[in-house]
C-alpha cells in the first residue's frame, strides 16, 4: 500500500509526503518535504499528523520515519510527536548519521 498527501497553503503547494506499507502493521514514512516560503508554519506537523491518522484508520500498529542528524527541525518534530529512536547507522561525517525512529499509533 502506498500513500501521497500534498499539502496547500493560500492556494499553493506547500509541502508533501509519501509513504509506503513495509508489512502487515508498519507503514514507513519515505519522503517529505516543505517549500522553503511555507516553513515554520506548522505545513510539516500536519502533514505528519495527516499521515499517522491515515495509517491509523488503514489498520497500521507502527509508522516509522528515517532523517539524519543535520535535520535538526524534523528530529525535534519527530521526538516532540513521541517517536522512540530505534536504530543509528553511522554514515559519513556525523551529520549524515541516520536515525530510523518509530511511533505505535
Do not use: C
Not at 18 to 28: A, I, M, N
Not at 32 to 45: E, M, N, Q
Not at 47 to 62: K, S
Not at 80 to 93: C, D, P, V
Amino acid at each position: 500500500m502506498h500513500y501521497a498527501l500534498i499539502a496547500e497553503l493560500d492556494g499553493q503547494p506547500a509541502g508533501f509526503k509519501l509513504g509506503y506499507q513495509t508489512s502487515d502493521d508498519t507503514f514507513y514514512s519515505w519522503l517529505g518535504g516543505v517549500l522553503p516560503a511555507f516553513r515554520r508554519r506548522g505545513v510539516a506537523g500536519r502533514l505528519l499528523e495527516e499521515q499517522e491518522r491515515w495509517a491509523h484508520t488503514q489498520g497500521f500498529r507502527r509508522l516509522t520515519v528515517k532523517t539524519r542528524n543535520q535535520f535538526r527541525g524534523m528530529l525535534m518534530l519527530l521526538i516532540a510527536r513521541h517517536y522512540q529512536i530505534i536504530t543509528l547507522e553511522k554514515k559519513g561525517e556525523v551529520a549524515d548519521y541516520r536515525l530510523l525512529l518509530e511511533k505505535t499509533l
